[in-house]
């Protein structure tokens, strides 16, 4: 084999590893919570980009609902008011059953944001202090509400109302999961407090 050949097709092995490991790291978070699913009894999977989210019940798909979610439909959320939806791992911290609220509609599923992941965001990027990272860090351990009134935001749930628009699939909340409220019913008596809610890209 000549030297250009050997070249050749060093360079094609070389880049054909890039591309392994490309895939491999975008598989990633897929990977993780698929593990996370397996081990727990009861997961809710929301996936942003196609506006679903689905319940599995020791590992297997038992419910799939329409869903939506921030305005900002790009990226995950970062600070208060940014309108996008976090993405990661969270758990259930409090459900509510209201009457009918013009935007929440009928049920108020709340969920443990700021994380640790986000908060450690925040502390790198000055958005937060020592003692609010430390604050959300304990809360996080203890499976309680987070601190809300941080600059990273707060109140970050899943709700229901403006059927009109989850029907069509358009991204109108100021960063919470939407559903139609009759999914919403549905979801809130499937779901109990630390219960783990993923949400991805």
């Not at 009861?42 to 989210?53: A, L, P, R, Y």
């Not at 209201?98 to 935007?103: A, G, K, M, R, V």
């Not at 202090?129 to 601190?147: D, F, G, T």
Request: aromatic fraction near 8%; include cysteine; charged fraction near 20%.
């Amino acid at each position: 084999m000549n030297k250009q050949v050997l070249l050749v097709f060093s360079a094609i092995i070389l880049f054909g590893g890039f591309l392994l490991m490309d895939s491999a790291a975008e598989a990633a978070p897929m990977s993780q919570w698929q593990e996370i699913v397996k081990q727990q009894d009861m997961v809710v999977v929301v996936e942003k980009s196609i506006n679903t989210m689905t319940v599995f019940y020791q590992g297997k798909a038992v419910k799939r609902f329409l869903c939506v979610s921030g305005v900002n439909s790009q990226g995950d959320k970062q600070r208060q008011g940014d309108n996008r939806t976090p993405e990661g791992i969270f758990f259930i911290i409090d459900k509510e059953l209201l009457h009918d609220d013009p935007y929440l509609g009928r049920k108020w599923i709340g969920l443990s944001y700021p994380d640790p992941v986000h908060a450690q965001k925040g502390i790198e990027q000055k958005l937060i202090s020592v003692s609010q990272y430390q604050e959300i860090i304990l809360a996080n351990e203890q499976k309680v509400q987070p601190p809300q009134d941080t600059a990273l935001g707060g109140w970050i749930g899943i709700h229901g109302g403006r059927d009109d628009l989850t029907e069509r699939k358009i991204n109108w909340t100021e960063g919470c999961v939407a559903l139609q409220d009759d999914d919403l019913t549905e979801l809130y008596k499937m779901v109990q407090y630390g219960t783990t809610v993923i949400i991805v890209a």
